[in-house]
């Protein structure tokens, strides 16, 4: 009988069940270590998630994405492309590469290479080596060593929006299934954080230009700016207004407000904002774009890709995108508005194309409003006028030509020399008040049109061709000056007055000019007299013969009289209604 085989087994026993029990003591230790990896990494990503919504601000949120990214995923380098018009990278937000190496790596990226083909194909994807894959397009010089990647799509509303990048994981390691895991949660975090972002910047941006709206009709309506002209074209103050506050909420590169030109077709700038601003102010443009010219007359605001083939460069400097807005109201188109982006801003935004329209609307409408407002002022002073004149010309002339009469009948009472003599000379001034009276029931009537003053226009151009002279020239009118109707005769009148003025200006060297306009007896006469240098035979080129022949076609006539020395005398003369 054997009686040592259960002591055998009980002493054989007790060791391979401390076996058994080390390993799953192991085991649960690992379990218990991956436990805590994954708690790790929730706290991380929950961290990230936590990080990520922190901001509102859209520039802002993506820089938080890639930061906490990297920190998550403990990479050295991360990116987040945004992707843009036709496929391509619209911005390009990295962390870890600073500023300075950014500008000596040179542009950024815009879509080749892996980075396309996570455009093309929004898939998750991990690389041992970036540089051994079949589309890896090579790094430009300065660009530091990276070679474990990482790359997921973010998406918004189920739209691609764009891709996020992660290179260099710390200790040389490879990207892992579970580190992708992690950067596609992220990424889904991100998205609504983005898209937040995106409704908090278009909310912002919409209240901003209506407030844009707000404040300029207030400046226009408000008593800052008097309207002294009757057009769009002509109030330049607005408009330089307008462009501006435009240029500001756009964040355009030049903002510019065209007017329909003389010239059928073309419009003129009268109001710029920008850098360049000063290059456009003033110009014509022919606008030769159909696009363009479609959106006059209340046509939907359009984008044109680049600026530079309608309006050329700015100072030799390429331009971007183009957005033309139309300036029109109650059928009446008054110009457009063109907003210009700098060479490789991108495009404008949805938010400024549809409240751009807006603010244009706004501004015109204030315009409108404006011009009505100051119609309403000029009938009360046309009729104040009408009631002047009437009562200058049925009261005061009649009661002055009476009492001249009176002071005639007096002769017959007396027949001293001295006497007549002071008669005939009271006789006489009051003939004269009466036709002065005359002459200023004319301008009166005159002005009650809508049109500027032909006096004022006379004095304008007086000033303005002889803006560099040390004196002031004399200037006379006299006559119905303010009453003549013959737009023709008119405009070729100021035309003359400032050619002869500028000849007197740049030529004769005189201490005096005077100038002489009248309108009487159904002529519209000019002299410009000085006491230069004078000529002996007309210097070609000085505009003589173009003053001549403006008399010529208005059926006038046109004479010069000078002598060396002895300074020079112009007439012209043309018949007028």
Same mark, same amino acid.
């Given at each position: 009988?054997?009686?040592?085989?259960?002591?055998?087994?009980?002493?054989? &026993?007790?060791?391979?069940?401390?076996?058994?029990?080390?390993?799953?003591?192991?085991? *649960?230790?690992?379990?218990?270590?991956?436990?805590?990896?994954?708690?790790?990494?929730?706290?991380?990503?929950?961290?990230?998630?936590?990080?990520?919504?922190?901001?509102?601000?859209?520039?802002?949120?993506? /820089? !938080?994405?890639?930061?906490?990214?990297?920190?998550?995923?403990?990479?050295?380098?991360?990116?987040?492309?945004?992707?843009?018009?036709?496929?391509?990278?619209?911005?390009?937000?990295?962390? =870890?590469?600073?500023? @300075?190496?950014? !500008?000596?790596?040179?542009?950024?990226?815009?879509?080749?290479?892996?980075?396309?083909?996570?455009?093309?194909?929004?898939?998750?994807?991990?690389?041992?080596?970036?540089?051994?894959?079949?589309?890896?397009?090579?790094?430009?010089?300065?660009?530091?060593?990276?070679?474990?990647?990482?790359?997921?799509?973010?998406?918004?509303?189920?739209?691609?929006?764009? $891709?996020?990048?992660?290179?260099?994981?710390?200790?040389? +390691?490879?990207?892992?299934? %579970?580190?992708?895991?992690?950067?596609?949660?992220?990424?889904?975090?991100?998205?609504?954080?983005? #898209? $937040?972002? !995106?409704?908090? #910047?278009?909310?912002?941006?919409?209240?901003?230009?209506?407030?844009?709206?707000?404040?300029?009709?207030?400046?226009?309506?408000? =008593? /800052?700016?008097?309207? #002294?002209?009757e057009s769009l074209e002509e109030s330049n103050w607005g408009l330089n207004l307008i462009a501006d506050r435009a240029l500001r909420e756009s964040g355009a590169y030049l903002s510019l407000i065209l007017i329909p030109a003389e010239s059928s077709g073309a419009y003129r700038v009268l109001g710029a904002s920008g850098e360049q601003a000063g290059q456009f102010a003033g110009q014509v443009l022919a606008l030769d774009s159909e696009t363009v010219r479609g959106v006059a007359g209340g046509g939907p605001p359009v984008l044109i890709d680049e600026a530079g083939p309608i309006l050329g460069s700015a100072d030799g400097k390429s331009l971007g995108q183009l957005l033309a807005i139309d300036l029109s109201a109650h059928g009446a188109h008054h110009g457009l508005l063109l907003l210009v982006r700098?060479?490789?801003?991108?495009?404008?935004?949805?938010?400024?194309?549809?409240?751009?329209?807006?603010?244009?609307?706004?501004?015109?409408?204030?315009?409108?409003?404006?011009?009505?407002?100051?119609?309403?002022?000029?009938?009360?002073? *046309?009729?104040?006028?009408?009631?002047?004149?009437?009562?200058?010309?049925?009261?005061?002339?009649?009661?002055?030509?009476?009492?001249?009469?009176?002071?005639?009948?007096?002769?017959?009472?007396?027949? $001293?020399?001295?006497?007549?003599?002071?008669?005939?000379?009271?006789?006489? +001034?009051?003939?004269?008040?009466?036709?002065?009276?005359?002459?200023?029931?004319?301008?009166?009537?005159?002005?009650?049109?809508?049109?500027?003053?032909?006096?004022?226009?006379?004095?304008?151009?007086?000033? @303005?061709?002889?803006?560099?002279?040390?004196?002031?020239?004399?200037?006379?009118?006299?006559?119905?000056?303010?009453?003549?109707?013959?737009?023709? @005769?008119?405009? &070729?009148?100021?035309?003359?007055?400032?050619?002869?003025?500028?000849?007197?200006?740049?030529?004769?060297?005189?201490?005096?000019?005077?100038?002489?306009?009248?309108?009487?007896?159904?002529?519209?006469?000019?002299?410009?007299?000085?006491?230069?240098?004078?000529?002996?035979?007309?210097?070609?080129? $000085? =505009?003589?013969? &173009?003053? %001549? !022949?403006?008399?010529? +076609?208005? &059926?006038?006539? *046109?004479?010069?009289?000078?002598?060396?020395?002895?300074?020079?005398?112009? #007439?012209?003369?043309?018949?007028?209604?």
């Amino acid at each position: 009988m054997n009686m040592s085989s259960p002591d055998r087994e009980q002493t054989e &026993n007790p060791p391979a069940a401390g076996i058994r029990i080390e390993e799953l003591l192991t085991d *649960f230790l690992a379990k218990a270590g991956e436990l805590l990896h994954a708690q790790q990494h929730m706290r991380g990503l929950l961290e990230a998630v936590v990080a990520v919504a922190e901001d509102l601000s859209l520039e802002a949120v993506l /820089d !938080r994405v890639v930061t906490s990214a990297c920190r998550l995923l403990k990479a050295r380098y991360g990116a987040l492309g945004v992707i843009g018009e036709g496929k391509a990278l619209s911005h390009f937000i990295t962390v =870890g590469i600073d500023d @300075a190496l950014a !500008r000596r790596i040179g542009p950024r990226p815009t879509g080749h290479g892996v980075l396309g083909l996570l455009i093309s194909e929004p898939v998750p994807l991990r690389l041992h080596d970036l540089r051994e894959h079949s589309m890896s397009y090579g790094f430009p010089a300065n660009h530091p060593p990276m070679k474990s990647f990482l790359g997921v799509p973010i998406r918004v509303r189920d739209v691609v929006f764009g $891709n996020l990048y992660l290179t260099e994981k710390e200790d040389g +390691e490879d990207f892992t299934q %579970e580190d992708e895991d992690l950067a596609v949660a992220l990424a889904a975090a991100a998205g609504v954080a983005i #898209e $937040n972002a !995106r409704l908090y #910047e278009d909310a912002r941006r919409r209240a901003s230009w209506l407030e844009a709206c707000m404040d300029v009709t207030g400046k226009m309506l408000g =008593g /800052d700016h008097v309207l #002294e002209q009757e057009s769009l074209e002509e109030s330049n103050w607005g408009l330089n207004l307008i462009a501006d506050r435009a240029l500001r909420e756009s964040g355009a590169y030049l903002s510019l407000i065209l007017i329909p030109a003389e010239s059928s077709g073309a419009y003129r700038v009268l109001g710029a904002s920008g850098e360049q601003a000063g290059q456009f102010a003033g110009q014509v443009l022919a606008l030769d774009s159909e696009t363009v010219r479609g959106v006059a007359g209340g046509g939907p605001p359009v984008l044109i890709d680049e600026a530079g083939p309608i309006l050329g460069s700015a100072d030799g400097k390429s331009l971007g995108q183009l957005l033309a807005i139309d300036l029109s109201a109650h059928g009446a188109h008054h110009g457009l508005l063109l907003l210009v982006r700098a060479p490789g801003a991108g495009r404008f935004p949805t938010t400024d194309i549809e409240m751009g329209a807006v603010f244009g609307s706004h501004v015109v409408l204030a315009l409108e409003l404006d011009r009505v407002h100051r119609l309403r002022e000029q009938l009360v002073l *046309f009729t104040d006028r009408d009631r002047i004149a009437k009562d200058l010309h049925d009261v005061v002339i009649q009661r002055l030509f009476a009492a001249g009469l009176s002071i005639q009948s007096l002769r017959r009472f007396t027949s $001293n020399g001295a006497a007549l003599e002071r008669i005939d000379s009271v006789t006489a +001034e009051l003939d004269k008040t009466i036709r002065d009276l005359r002459d200023t029931i004319y301008s009166l009537r005159a002005g009650a049109g809508e049109r500027e003053l032909l006096s004022s226009r006379i004095l304008q151009a007086v000033r @303005a061709a002889t803006r560099s002279l040390p004196f002031a020239p004399h200037l006379a009118l006299t006559g119905a000056v303010d009453s003549v109707l013959d737009d023709d @005769a008119v405009l &070729n009148l100021l035309a003359v007055i400032s050619e002869a003025l500028s000849n007197a200006v740049r030529h004769s060297g005189a201490g005096s000019i005077s100038v002489s306009v009248s309108a009487e007896n159904g002529r519209l006469q000019l002299a410009v007299e000085d006491d230069g240098c004078g000529f002996a035979d007309p210097v070609p080129g $000085n =505009g003589l013969a &173009n003053m %001549e !022949r403006r008399a010529r +076609e208005l &059926n006038g006539s *046109f004479s010069v009289d000078s002598a060396p020395q002895s300074g020079t005398r112009l #007439e012209w003369a043309v018949p007028v209604r």
